[in-house]
């Protein structure tokens, strides 16, 4: 079974930049998280999926991010402006149930 | 405000010794902890879980303690292997299946051969 593919690995952009990042999930799971993990700290939910439809986005600061998921199957997230403490690696998880299974992460420096 | 805290940032062993990573929970409502494993680089793996009906859970050299009352639970690794060296992660949410995890900021572990 593959993982959760992210892409792409890193990105480097300067301050009031845009990005968007992309996640396919693994295939048959119908939730799917976006986390935000800053140096040193456990990753921290900015918004969750299932299927298409948004279960919770009270963390995602919605100013300048904004994410969405095509068909209930891949999803993307995108900052704009990006900010130099959006800093961080982001992870996209997938779960059909109880355990989410994570994707390698997005590393974005933001300068 | 730290709902789930891991106080140790970092902790060593010497391989073949048992490894006992902490974590405390402030929230009575969570009652479903999981422990991943994050090598760098990589996105956290799924290591352990356990329901707050359950005070222990094994599988294989990995062993989950719960003290509900305490609010606090342990990952015993016996023994430890240098492959073990990773950050791990306790985590926890309030409901089983389908809800957002709330993590630690994690624990360093090295094993040295």
């Known amino acids: 079974e593959a993982g959760v593919a992210q892409s792409p690995r890193y990105k480097i952009i300067e301050k009031r930049q845009s990005v968007a990042f992309w996640c396919n999930p693994i295939?048959?799971?119908?939730?799917l998280y976006w986390y935000q993990q800053i140096l040193g700290q456990g990753p921290k939910l900015l918004i969750q999926?299932?299927?298409?439809?948004?279960?919770?986005d009270s963390q995602l600061p919605k100013d300048r991010f904004s994410a969405e998921r095509l068909k209930g199957v891949d999803s993307t997230l995108k900052i704009q402006p990006a900010k130099l403490e959006d800093s961080a690696v982001y992870l996209c998880?997938?779960?059909?149930?109880?355990?989410?299974?994570f994707g390698p992460g997005t590393r974005l420096t933001v300068t | 405000d730290q709902q789930v805290k891991q106080n140790s940032p970092s902790l060593s062993v010497q391989e073949g010794r048992i490894s006992i990573l902490n974590c405390d929970y402030t929230?009575?409502?969570?009652?479903?902890f999981l422990w991943y494993k994050k090598y760098p680089a990589e996105g956290p793996t799924f290591l352990i879980s356990?329901?707050?009906?359950?005070d222990k859970n094994e599988d294989g050299r990995f062993t989950v303690f719960l003290n509900k009352s305490a609010k606090h639970l342990s990952l015993h690794i016996v023994p430890s292997q240098p492959g073990d060296s990773a950050v791990y992660f306790c985590?926890?949410?309030?409901?089983?299946?389908?809800?957002?995890?709330?993590f630690g900021k994690g624990t360093r572990l090295s094993v040295i051969a």
């Open positions: 998880a997938s779960s059909r149930h109880y355990e989410q299974y």
């Open positions: 295939s048959g799971h119908a939730t």
């Open positions: 999926f299932q299927n298409n439809g948004v279960v919770d």
């Open positions: 929230n009575s409502m969570f009652d479903y």
């Open positions: 356990i329901s707050s009906i359950k």
């Open positions: 985590a926890a949410s309030e409901f089983t299946g389908n809800t957002p995890l709330v």
